[in-house]
C-alpha cells in the first residue's frame, strides 16, 4: 500500500509540473521545450532501419554531461530526454537523470529496455526520473530488429510493479517493418499494463516520410485511437493523415529553438535527422541562437515525421493561433470520424463556441501573463 500511495502521489506531482510546462510554453517561445541530448552513441543492438547508433563509442563523460545539462538549464528548458544510442549503457545514467531533477525539469529517457533490471528500475526511481519510453517493433526478433515483446514481456511487468515515473511503450509501422499488425499486439500489452501507447512512422535518414499502405493507415487509426493525452501531436488529426499518406503538411517547424538535439559531441542540431543544423557548440547557444532557429524555414518540415518536434509545435500553434488551433482540431476529429479529446471538447466549448468566450479569453490572457 505504501509504494502504490507513494507512486499516486508522484504521478500527481507530474501532472502539476507538466501543466507549469505547458503554461510556461503558451507564455514564451524564448525558452525550449524539450531536448533530447546523447550520453553515449553505442548501443547493444543494431536495428537496421536505425541510423542512431554505433557499437564502438565511449559514454560521454559524467562531468560534460552535467555541465551540458546545467547550460541547458540556463537557456530555461522545461524538459531533457535523454537518447541515444542506449542511454542505459552510460554507467551514471542515474546521475544526469538527478542534476536534470535538480534543476527543475522534467526527466525522461528513451531506451530499448534491454538493460532493465529490478535493481535498475528502483535506482531510476531514486534518482527522480518522470518518464520512460520504450520502443518495441515486433512481438518476436526478426533480421530487422530484436526490440520485441518475447524478449522485453518481463521487463514490463517488473516496471508495471516497480516504477514509479511514468512509462510508455513506442510502435512504429511503415516499410522496412517486417510484421506491421504486430504493432496494435504491442500496445494493447502496453496497455494492459496501464502504459501509455504511440505509434511512429518509420523515416528515411532524413527523417522524411514514406506514405503508408491501406492496411498500415488503418492500423495506424487505430493505434492513434487507443489513447492520448492532451499534450500530443496525435490530436491534430488531419496533419497524422498526411503524414501516413505521404503528403506534405503545413506547419512551422520549431526544432533548433523550442526542440532541440544535443549529439555526444554536444552540438546542438534541429533534430537527430537532421545533424550538423545548425552545429553549434551547445556552450556557445544562446537566446539569439533560439529566436534566429524559430524562425528559421526549414525545408525538410513538410515531409517530416519526428514526432517529438511535431508536439512541441502544436503548443506553439495553440499559443500563436489558440482559437484557429482549436477549433482545427475538433474539426479534424469530426472529419475523419475520430473522437475528438475530451480536454480539447471542454477548451474548444470554453473559448471558442461558448456565449461567454469573450470572458473566458480575457481570464486565459490575464492569467497567462
Known amino acids: ?153 518481463q521487463k514490463l511487468r517488473w516496471l508495471a510493479e516497480l516504477a514509479a515515473f511514468d512509462v510508455s511503450i513506442n510502435t512504429v509501422l511503415g516499410t522496412g517493418v517486417g510484421q506491421n499488425d504486430d504493432a496494435l499486439v504491442i500496445a494493447q500489452r502496453a496497455l494492459s499494463f496501464g502504459f501509455g501507447t504511440s505509434v511512429g512512422v518509420i523515416h528515411d535518414g532524413s527523417g522524411q516520410t514514406a506514405p503508408l499502405d491501406s492496411r498500415q493507415r488503418e492500423l495506424y487509426r487505430q493505434l492513434q485511437g487507443l489513447g492520448r493525452s492532451f499534450y500530443s501531436h496525435a490530436h491534430d488529426r488531419l496533419f497524422q493523415e498526411n503524414l501516413v499518406r505521404g503528403v506534405a503538411n503545413e506547419w512551422r517547424c520549431g526544432a533548433g529553438a523550442r526542440y532541440l538535439y544535443v549529439c555526444e559531441d554536444g552540438l546542438a542540431h534541429w533534430c537527430s535527422q537532421q545533424r550538423g543544423h545548425p552545429g553549434i557548440p551547445l556552450e556557445r547557444y544562446t537566446v539569439d541562437d533560439l529566436d534566429r532557429e524559430y524562425d528559421t524555414v526549414k525545408s525538410c518540415a513538410p515531409l517530416c515525421t519526428v514526432s517529438c518536434v511535431h508536439r512541441v509545435a502544436l503548443l506553439d500553434a495553440i499559443r500563436e493561433r489558440p482559437l484557429e488551433t482549436l477549433e482545427r482540431l475538433s474539426a479534424a476529429d469530426r472529419a475523419v470520424g475520430g473522437q475528438t479529446p475530451r480536454t480539447v471538447k471542454v477548451l474548444t466549448r470554453v473559448f471558442v463556441t461558448s456565449p461567454r468566450r469573450d470572458l473566458f479569453r480575457r481570464l486565459a490572457l490575464r492569467a497567462l501573463r
Open 1 to 153: 500500500m505504501g509504494q502504490r500511495f507513494l507512486r499516486r502521489i508522484r504521478a500527481a506531482s507530474r501532472r502539476i509540473r507538466m501543466a507549469r510546462v505547458i503554461a510556461r510554453g503558451l507564455q514564451s517561445r524564448r525558452h525550449p521545450i524539450l531536448v533530447q541530448i546523447v550520453p553515449t552513441r553505442r548501443c547493444n543492438l543494431a536495428c537496421t532501419y536505425c541510423n542512431e547508433f554505433d557499437k564502438v563509442s565511449a559514454p560521454v563523460p559524467l562531468d560534460t554531461m552535467l555541465a551540458r545539462i546545467d547550460h541547458l538549464a540556463a537557456l530555461g528548458t522545461s524538459m531533457i530526454d535523454l537518447s541515444g544510442g542506449e542511454p542505459l549503457l552510460h554507467p551514471e545514467t542515474e546521475e544526469i537523470v538527478r542534476r536534470i531533477r535538480s534543476h527543475g525539469m522534467l526527466a525522461g529517457l528513451l531506451t530499448n529496455g534491454y538493460l532493465l533490471t529490478r535493481e535498475r528500475i528502483q535506482k531510476l526511481n531514486r534518482a527522480g526520473l518522470d518518464r520512460l519510453q520504450i520502443s518495441i517493433d515486433n512481438v518476436t526478433p526478426d533480421d530487422v530488429s530484436h526490440k520485441s515483446l518475447k524478449v522485453l514481456d
